[in-house]
């Protein structure tokens, strides 16, 4: 089993719907959670970071995490075109600051 | 200002070759780090330079690869004997201290035919 899940997709949904992107993972010693978004043939940008439960927002996206139940989701309101990527969960222990654990990512096309 | 920069953009190597992967990071970065990502995979963790030194490198495959900093800056990844398996796209990424935001450089896309 993987230390993070995440369903890759593809998920597609027409502009300006809201969209969910989710991930779980098995390791509670997780501290550190975060979203990267890939576009192709580029390498992942950070596009939010947070370490406590609860919700975190930063213009249309929206980050959760749910420790009980080892659960983040990210949303993103008013989806755009360019907002067609893959989206990469990612998570860091607390104790070991290097290594960042990714999903496997979803890829996310925005129909006009 | 610039970003990291990977050479080259691709490679094609034969099995049983050696290859090296440069990665350029962002100036004044002292913390490098280099992922591999397979297709359809999210990038997973190699090694961790913290200046000269490797602080991290547990998550290299075998003693086929191998990576140096020499003067803290410019990093190579080397691969020897290479196999089918390695075909990846090996991504750089740079922080300016260690548990800071990495950012990551566009890969190097090899493939061992």
């Known amino acids: 089993q993987k230390e993070v899940e995440q369903d890759p997709g593809p998920l597609s949904v027409p502009e300006g719907a809201i969209v969910s992107l989710n991930c779980t993972y098995s390791?509670?010693?997780?501290?550190?959670f975060m979203w990267y978004r890939q576009y192709s043939r580029k390498g992942p940008e950070l596009l939010m970071y947070?370490?406590?439960?609860g919700n975190k927002e930063d213009g249309r996206f929206t980050a959760q995490v749910d420790k009980s139940s080892k659960y983040i989701s990210l949303f993103i309101r008013d989806s755009q075109p360019s907002d067609s990527a893959t989206y990469l969960c990612?998570?860091?222990?607390?104790?070991?600051?290097?290594?960042?654990?990714f999903g496997s990512g979803t890829r996310l096309s925005i129909r006009p | 200002g610039a970003g990291v920069s990977q050479t080259p953009s691709n490679k094609v190597t034969e099995k049983g070759k050696y290859v090296e992967l440069r990665c350029d990071p962002i100036?004044?970065?002292?913390?490098l780090y280099w992922y591999r990502q397979s297709l359809g995979q999210g990038p997973e963790f190699l090694i961790y330079?913290?200046?000269?030194?490797?602080?991290?490198d547990s998550g290299l495959p075998n003693d086929r690869f191998f990576a140096v900093r020499p003067e803290g800056s410019v990093s190579t990844l080397k691969i020897q004997r290479t196999e089918r398996g390695d075909s990846a796209v090996y991504l750089c990424?740079?922080?300016?201290?260690?548990?800071?935001?990495?950012?990551f450089g566009p890969g190097t896309r090899l493939l061992v035919l």
């Open positions: 990424a740079s922080s300016l201290r260690q548990q800071e935001t990495q950012y």
């Open positions: 390791n509670s010693a997780f501290q550190y």
């Open positions: 947070t370490y406590s439960s």
């Open positions: 990612a998570m860091r222990l607390y104790s070991s600051a290097s290594k960042i654990i």
């Open positions: 100036s004044g970065h002292t913390a």
């Open positions: 330079f913290q200046g000269t030194g490797a602080a991290d």
